[in-house]
Protein backbone atom coordinates (compact mmCIF):
# COMPACT_ATOMS: atom_id res chain seq x y z
CA UNK A 1 0.00 0.00 0.00
CA UNK A 2 1.71 3.27 -0.96
CA UNK A 3 2.19 5.56 1.76
CA UNK A 4 1.61 9.69 2.12
CA UNK A 5 4.73 11.12 3.95
CA UNK A 6 3.85 13.66 6.08
CA UNK A 7 7.04 15.26 7.24
CA UNK A 8 7.43 18.42 5.61
CA UNK A 9 4.12 19.67 6.78
CA UNK A 10 4.16 19.50 10.66
CA UNK A 11 2.75 22.60 12.95
CA UNK A 12 4.54 23.33 16.08
CA UNK A 13 3.41 21.20 18.47
CA UNK A 14 2.72 18.43 16.45
CA UNK A 15 5.11 14.86 16.48
CA UNK A 16 4.93 12.68 13.28
CA UNK A 17 5.33 9.02 14.33
CA UNK A 18 4.15 7.20 11.24
CA UNK A 19 2.61 7.74 7.88
CA UNK A 20 -0.87 7.69 6.65
CA UNK A 21 -2.01 4.85 3.63
CA UNK A 22 -3.42 7.17 0.99
CA UNK A 23 -5.83 4.59 0.61
CA UNK A 24 -7.69 6.64 3.60
CA UNK A 25 -6.70 9.88 3.39
CA UNK A 26 -6.76 12.62 0.31
CA UNK A 27 -3.92 14.39 -0.12
CA UNK A 28 -5.89 17.23 1.32
CA UNK A 29 -5.72 15.53 4.59
CA UNK A 30 -2.12 15.16 4.54
CA UNK A 31 -2.13 17.15 8.18
CA UNK A 32 -4.04 14.05 9.61
CA UNK A 33 -1.19 12.25 11.68
CA UNK A 34 -0.21 11.14 14.70
CA UNK A 35 1.05 13.41 17.24
CA UNK A 36 1.79 14.16 21.40
CA UNK A 37 -0.95 15.49 22.97
CA UNK A 38 0.54 15.41 25.76
CA UNK A 39 3.51 17.26 24.81
CA UNK A 40 0.89 20.11 22.80
CA UNK A 41 -0.50 20.76 26.43
CA UNK A 42 2.75 21.03 27.70
CA UNK A 43 3.52 23.84 25.51
CA UNK A 44 -0.25 25.35 24.70
CA UNK A 45 -1.53 24.17 27.84
CA UNK A 46 -4.35 22.31 26.08
CA UNK A 47 -5.06 20.72 23.03
CA UNK A 48 -6.37 22.53 20.24
CA UNK A 49 -10.11 21.22 18.51
CA UNK A 50 -8.39 19.72 15.90
CA UNK A 51 -5.97 17.86 18.00
CA UNK A 52 -9.22 16.50 19.68
CA UNK A 53 -10.68 15.56 16.16
CA UNK A 54 -7.72 14.24 14.63
CA UNK A 55 -7.16 12.07 18.16
CA UNK A 56 -10.41 10.81 17.81
CA UNK A 57 -10.46 9.82 13.86
CA UNK A 58 -7.19 7.69 14.73
CA UNK A 59 -8.28 5.94 17.17
CA UNK A 60 -11.72 4.80 15.39
CA UNK A 61 -9.65 4.09 12.28
CA UNK A 62 -6.80 1.82 14.60
CA UNK A 63 -10.65 0.00 15.93
CA UNK A 64 -11.73 -0.27 12.06
CA UNK A 65 -8.84 -2.20 11.23
CA UNK A 66 -11.06 -5.39 11.82
CA UNK A 67 -13.30 -5.01 8.93
CA UNK A 68 -12.44 -5.28 5.16
CA UNK A 69 -13.36 -2.50 3.38
CA UNK A 70 -14.10 0.27 6.67
CA UNK A 71 -12.64 2.94 7.18
CA UNK A 72 -13.03 5.39 10.14
CA UNK A 73 -13.98 8.23 7.54
CA UNK A 74 -17.14 6.02 6.64
CA UNK A 75 -18.43 6.77 10.38
CA UNK A 76 -18.46 10.57 10.67
CA UNK A 77 -20.65 13.05 9.16
CA UNK A 78 -20.21 17.27 8.98
CA UNK A 79 -22.47 20.00 8.65
CA UNK A 80 -21.77 24.20 8.60
CA UNK A 81 -21.14 25.15 12.18
CA UNK A 82 -24.51 27.69 12.10
CA UNK A 83 -27.07 24.63 10.58
CA UNK A 84 -27.84 21.12 11.61
CA UNK A 85 -28.43 19.33 8.58
CA UNK A 86 -25.59 16.71 8.33
CA UNK A 87 -23.40 14.74 5.21
CA UNK A 88 -21.69 11.54 5.75
CA UNK A 89 -18.19 12.35 4.77
CA UNK A 90 -17.14 10.32 1.97
CA UNK A 91 -13.08 8.97 1.01
CA UNK A 92 -12.49 11.63 -1.39
CA UNK A 93 -13.32 14.76 1.24
CA UNK A 94 -10.63 15.89 3.74
CA UNK A 95 -11.63 15.47 7.13
CA UNK A 96 -9.95 18.31 8.52
CA UNK A 97 -11.19 21.78 7.23
CA UNK A 98 -11.83 25.33 8.77
CA UNK A 99 -13.71 24.26 11.83
CA UNK A 100 -14.72 28.12 12.43
CA UNK A 101 -17.34 27.08 9.04
CA UNK A 102 -17.61 22.99 9.71
CA UNK A 103 -18.21 20.89 12.72
CA UNK A 104 -18.07 17.30 13.26
CA UNK A 105 -19.58 14.04 14.53
CA UNK A 106 -19.79 10.30 14.59
CA UNK A 107 -22.73 9.22 12.32
CA UNK A 108 -26.02 8.12 14.79
CA UNK A 109 -25.54 4.48 13.18
CA UNK A 110 -22.17 4.06 13.61
CA UNK A 111 -21.79 1.28 15.92
CA UNK A 112 -24.98 -0.56 13.94
CA UNK A 113 -22.62 -0.28 10.65
CA UNK A 114 -19.45 -1.93 12.05
CA UNK A 115 -21.82 -4.67 13.24
CA UNK A 116 -23.69 -4.95 9.81
CA UNK A 117 -20.16 -5.46 7.96
CA UNK A 118 -18.94 -8.21 10.48
CA UNK A 119 -21.64 -10.13 10.07
CA UNK A 120 -22.08 -13.10 7.77
CA UNK A 121 -23.74 -13.08 4.44
CA UNK A 122 -26.57 -15.08 5.85
CA UNK A 123 -26.97 -12.56 8.57
CA UNK A 124 -26.86 -9.95 6.57
CA UNK A 125 -29.99 -11.10 5.11
CA UNK A 126 -31.89 -11.04 8.20
CA UNK A 127 -31.41 -7.55 9.15
CA UNK A 128 -34.29 -5.20 9.73
CA UNK A 129 -35.45 -1.38 9.69
CA UNK A 130 -38.44 0.63 11.17
CA UNK A 131 -39.02 3.83 11.65
CA UNK A 132 -38.28 5.75 14.90
CA UNK A 133 -40.85 5.17 17.52
CA UNK A 134 -42.25 2.86 15.06
CA UNK A 135 -43.41 -1.03 16.63
CA UNK A 136 -43.30 -3.23 12.91
CA UNK A 137 -39.93 -4.16 11.66
CA UNK A 138 -39.35 -4.98 7.68
CA UNK A 139 -36.20 -6.66 6.22
CA UNK A 140 -33.83 -5.41 5.14
CA UNK A 141 -30.37 -6.93 3.35
CA UNK A 142 -28.96 -3.37 2.45
CA UNK A 143 -29.69 -0.92 5.39
CA UNK A 144 -29.88 2.31 4.13
CA UNK A 145 -28.44 4.19 7.41
CA UNK A 146 -30.98 6.84 7.53
CA UNK A 147 -31.32 8.99 10.65
CA UNK A 148 -35.08 8.46 10.90
CA UNK A 149 -35.27 5.07 11.20
CA UNK A 150 -33.72 2.23 13.28
CA UNK A 151 -31.73 -0.90 12.09
CA UNK A 152 -31.24 -4.13 13.93
CA UNK A 153 -30.08 -7.90 13.56
CA UNK A 154 -33.29 -9.92 14.95
CA UNK A 155 -32.49 -12.61 17.48
CA UNK A 156 -31.65 -16.11 15.06
CA UNK A 157 -35.31 -18.24 15.20
CA UNK A 158 -36.07 -20.18 18.50
CA UNK A 159 -37.64 -23.64 18.25
CA UNK A 160 -38.67 -26.35 20.38
CA UNK A 161 -39.42 -29.52 18.76
CA UNK A 162 -40.35 -27.95 15.42
CA UNK A 163 -42.51 -25.38 16.68
CA UNK A 164 -40.92 -21.61 16.17
CA UNK A 165 -41.25 -19.65 19.39
CA UNK A 166 -40.07 -15.98 20.89
CA UNK A 167 -36.71 -16.49 21.41
CA UNK A 168 -35.40 -16.53 24.58
CA UNK A 169 -33.41 -13.65 27.24
CA UNK A 170 -29.85 -14.12 26.90
CA UNK A 171 -29.12 -11.62 28.95
CA UNK A 172 -28.53 -11.02 33.05
CA UNK A 173 -31.75 -8.96 33.65
CA UNK A 174 -31.60 -5.87 35.80
CA UNK A 175 -32.32 -7.02 39.30
CA UNK A 176 -35.92 -7.35 40.48
CA UNK A 177 -36.68 -6.99 36.86
CA UNK A 178 -40.07 -8.95 36.05
CA UNK A 179 -40.05 -11.73 33.53
CA UNK A 180 -42.14 -15.16 32.97
CA UNK A 181 -40.50 -18.94 32.12
CA UNK A 182 -42.58 -21.75 31.49
CA UNK A 183 -42.53 -25.70 32.55
CA UNK A 184 -44.06 -28.61 31.48
CA UNK A 185 -46.73 -27.91 34.16
CA UNK A 186 -47.64 -24.06 33.01
CA UNK A 187 -45.88 -20.76 32.82
CA UNK A 188 -45.12 -18.10 35.55
CA UNK A 189 -44.29 -14.78 36.38
CA UNK A 190 -41.03 -14.06 38.41
CA UNK A 191 -38.33 -11.64 39.41
CA UNK A 192 -34.92 -11.37 38.77
CA UNK A 193 -33.39 -11.64 42.12
CA UNK A 194 -30.03 -13.65 41.02
CA UNK A 195 -31.15 -16.54 43.09
CA UNK A 196 -29.51 -20.32 41.90
CA UNK A 197 -33.38 -20.48 39.98
CA UNK A 198 -32.78 -17.26 38.05
CA UNK A 199 -29.34 -18.32 36.66
CA UNK A 200 -30.96 -21.99 35.99
CA UNK A 201 -33.71 -20.55 34.04
CA UNK A 202 -31.68 -18.22 31.81
CA UNK A 203 -29.21 -20.77 31.03
CA UNK A 204 -31.40 -23.38 29.61
CA UNK A 205 -33.27 -20.47 27.78
CA UNK A 206 -37.10 -20.76 29.71
CA UNK A 207 -36.87 -16.61 30.39
CA UNK A 208 -39.55 -14.43 28.54
CA UNK A 209 -40.65 -11.26 28.72
CA UNK A 210 -44.18 -11.54 28.13
CA UNK A 211 -46.83 -14.10 29.31
CA UNK A 212 -48.00 -14.47 25.75
CA UNK A 213 -44.38 -15.50 24.90
CA UNK A 214 -43.92 -17.67 27.33
CA UNK A 215 -47.62 -19.48 27.03
CA UNK A 216 -46.42 -20.42 23.27
CA UNK A 217 -43.21 -21.93 24.19
CA UNK A 218 -44.86 -23.83 27.01
CA UNK A 219 -47.78 -25.06 24.23
CA UNK A 220 -45.38 -25.70 22.26
CA UNK A 221 -43.18 -28.11 24.78
CA UNK A 222 -46.05 -29.77 25.69
CA UNK A 223 -46.90 -30.56 21.75
CA UNK A 224 -43.70 -31.80 21.35
CA UNK A 225 -43.86 -33.86 24.18
CA UNK A 226 -46.80 -35.46 22.88
CA UNK A 227 -44.82 -36.17 19.90
CA UNK A 228 -46.92 -33.65 17.33
Same mark, same amino acid.
Given at each position: ?25 SDQS ?77 ? !????? $? &???? #? ?5 ? %??? @? ?11 TDEP ?9 ? !????? $? &???? #? ?5 ? %??? @? ?54
Amino acid at each position: MKELNVVGYLPKGFKFVGTIPRSIMSDQSCLLIRFDIEREKEEFGQPDPYTELKAQFLKDEEGCKCVDGLFAIDLYQYSAIDENKWHTLKRSDSIFTDLTKYKYRHH !PHADK $F &IEYL #KCSDEDK %ERW @EWRMLGGSRWYPTDEPMWNEDCEYRL !PPKPF $F &IGKY #KVPPPVT %EIP @EIKKQYWFFRFDGFFKASWDNLLADKERLKCNLIRLTEQDAKQCHEALIETLKGN
